[in-house]
Nanobody, 126 residues
Framework: QVQLVESGGGSVQAGGSLRLSCTASVSGRTASSYAMGWFRQAPGLEREFVATITRSGGNTAYGDSVQGRFTISRDSAKNTVYLQMNSLKPEDAAVYYC?????????????????WGQGTQVTVSS
């Protein structure tokens, strides 16, 4: 069983930065047993892939709309995954969700993730 708790959301002006954190509580295994991802969902829209990172942290992948602006990383010692968001735009505003899946690899489809956090709100004003 994996419990994920996101933090770091808030309000920021366009061009600003935020860093989201996702801390995993894992029973029976370590968080490094899971590939991790970030997704977001704005009102009226489908959940969108943002970024993913492999178990080792050695490989990452990003959605086209955030490539070059967002960076995903993980600290296995702290069971925490981060999403550094720079050059934020109003269209980045959404609820951001952390997700975990057993195994490895770079997976962009939300349906492949078994565990989800409650989400953290990001608001970007123009």
């Amino acid at each position: 069983q994996v419990q994920l708790v996101e933090s770091g959301g808030g309000s920021v002006q366009a061009g600003g930065s935020l860093r989201l954190s996702c801390t995993a509580s894992v029973s029976g295994r370590t968080a490094s047993s899971y590939a991790m991802g970030w997704f977001r969902q704005a009102p009226g829209l489908e959940r969108e892939f943002v970024a993913t990172i492999t178990r080792s942290g050695g490989n990452t992948a990003y959605g086209d709309s955030v490539q070059g602006r967002f960076t995903i990383s993980r600290d296995s010692a702290k069971n925490t995954v981060y999403l550094q968001m720079n050059s934020l735009k109003p269209e980045d505003a959404a609820v951001y969700y952390c997700a975990a899946r057993p195994g490895d690899g770079l997976v962009t489809r939300a349906s492949w993730y078994a565990y989800w956090g409650q989400g953290t709100q990001v608001t970007v004003s123009s």
